[in-house]
């Protein structure tokens, strides 16, 4: 299975909404993600034999949930399913949506094969 085949079914255990690079949903709590960089790796006879995914996760849910659980949930969930533990690099408040955004990265290798 593809990396994003497997962060897809890795996230629909977590959270009910998920998209990948747009949701267009009417849930509160809802997930995005989307590919951030790839980078060809392990080079035989001048050609990559694995790329390295790098992804993006973006949770979004109202400002004043506790957020806590559902990231411990998230970040377990990403980690359990192979990818490497996940960074936050992003938790704000969203002033136009008044929504709380999370962004996390993590990344996994697949076979260019």
Request: glycine fraction near 4%; proline fraction near 4%; aromatic fraction near 10%.
């Amino acid at each position: 299975m593809s990396v994003i085949g497997k962060i897809d079914r890795i996230l629909e255990t977590v959270c009910d909404e998920v998209a990948k690079d747009v949701y267009e949903g009417k849930s509160d709590t809802y997930i995005v993600y989307n590919v951030a960089a790839e980078d060809p790796t392990g080079y035989h006879d001048d050609a990559p034999s694995d790329n390295i995914i790098y992804l993006q996760i973006h949770l979004y849910m109202p400002k004043d949930d506790d957020y806590t659980l559902l990231q411990n949930e998230l970040k377990t969930a990403i980690f359990n399913g192979g990818f490497s533990y996940p960074r936050v690099s992003l938790n704000t408040v969203e002033k136009d949506t008044n929504k709380r955004h999370i962004c996390y990265e993590t990344n996994m290798a697949e076979s260019e094969e």
